[in-house]
């Protein structure tokens, strides 16, 4: 099996998917400390292996860790396996964390509260949404991409890069960067069945 | 809001990477909050990260890690986090977070001239800075492209360029080498709000703009 250079292996160990996303709704529904626990053991690892691919300090990675972890506590009654799988939801916290807690300010996020905030049309039905956001064919297609659009969308993930620190770093014109971007993108979400 | 220009994919990717300076996030969050299209192109994007932090390599966190965090949920009492109160001042024109950060009346702002019956006002400090530009009826912006990442969105009024016709709630998100000259609509002023991200340096469009205004 090809792997994106670097991110390690693609066959997982421990719960499956679909068990994972159980684990989250007993913490939700049964504020199951068992199932916090067992999600714990599953993600603080690959939390705090995502964080230090940066270069953050072992310390930093581990209060990054700490703070994803309790946020997943708190706010596990907004998780939707409907809407995103376990490990895309506790992406956005930990992402959402590292801005806090590294550039100390908070990141800027819609409020579904607003008045004026659009809900999702009634159109974009459970199985649609499911099935776009699907890991395994996100997996799937980023194996397929070439190296360049690989390393710009693991220096945008990984790295947190601005494109401009993007086109720095690699000694590429801007343009270049999010052309890059954008096709690399394009194909992920060709390969889940977004042709819009 | 009936939205017709919306951030491009690029900036979207990096919204969801984490990647995206503050004041570019507070326009693409503040559009998100009227798109359900580029929300849902947005939790794509996002699966991207999960699918990374699905397959990183994981790194063994320290003894004792799993206790603390069950230490503070313990002494978690509620989790549910108070909204803060509504005070009524803030701007209706746009949704949050944008909409939050202005106040209800513009006008309140301190705004100063930059030439050709354009105005310009800041918000925020440092990394969250945002800048506004008002434009007086039928007035045109000198012809200019974009250096860094800049996007623009419409607040309130209109401008036509060669693009077309940019309202309120459109965001502007032009490639590197893409030049225009947008021009107001000749019923109101056009305010839009201007983010970049280098906002600490003296590199944006608007200095260029004054620049230009200088040589004329």
New interface residues.
Partial sequence: MKQ?PG????E?TGPSIPELNRLLVDIAEKRS?AA??EL??H????????I??SGTS?EL??EI??ET??TV???A?QFDAA???A??????I???K??DIL?R?S?????P?????????PQ?GEEF?QS????VR??AA?EHLPPEQVEI??????????????AERLSL???T???R??L???K??SA?G?ER | MMIRHHPNEATLLSYASGGLPTALSAIVATHLAVCPTCRARTAEAEAIGGALLGAVEPVEVGAGALDRALAAIDADFAGDVNQVADTGMRNRDLPSPLGAMLPADLDSLRWWPVGRGIRQARVGTGEAMIRLLRIAPGRAVPQHSHGGHEMTMIVSGSYTDEIGRFMPGDVVDLDPEVTHQPVSDADTDCICIIATDAPLEFTGWVPRLMQSLVRV
């Fill in positions: 994106v991110s390690g292996s693609f997982t400390r916090f626990a714990f053991s993600f603080a690892p690959r939390i705090k292996g995502f230090m691919r072992e990675a581990e860790v700490q972890m309790v506590w708190t706010k009654t809407r995103a799988g490990s895309t939801w506790i992406f956005t930990a992402r959402n590292r801005i550039r300010v990141r800027p996020e819609p409020d509260e607003d008045p004026m905030f659009q809900p999702d049309p974009s949404t776009r956001q699907d890991q996100v997996r980023l969308v693991r220096l945008s993930f990984f790295d947190s890069l601005t494109h401009s620190e993007i014109p801007l343009g960067v999010k052309s971007l954008r690399s993108f394009r992920i979400r889940l977004d």
